[in-house]
């Protein structure tokens, strides 16, 4: 009996200590996944938007299209017309708003 006795504690021991070993395993693995995915989702979200922001500052700066010759002549200044609109007049054009009087914006 003693020696069985012994067995089942020597189990038990060898047991716990499996559940334990694999208890930290996963808790091992379970944090290395969270800053794998964490980070790399900060990383993917920051490309998206930088990507973004790029995109949008190529479109709103010197890619415009003039209002008056259609043409992605460098940066526009903005001039008011008398009904109220607005347009964006590249180097060539701005010229025939001085001669109409526009003032830019
Ligand atoms: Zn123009």
Known sequence: MKDIRGVNEAQVRMILAVIILLVLVALYIIIRNRRQ??????????????????????QSSGEQQCSACKK??????????????????????QSKAKKRDMLPL
């Open 72 to 93: 992605r002549n460098g940066k526009l200044v903005f001039y008011a017309e008398d009904n109220g609109t607005v347009i964006g007049l590249c180097k060539d054009c």
């Open 37 to 58: 995915t964490g980070g790399s989702k900060r990383e993917g979200s920051s490309n998206v938007v930088s990507m973004e922001r790029h995109r949008k500052r190529k």
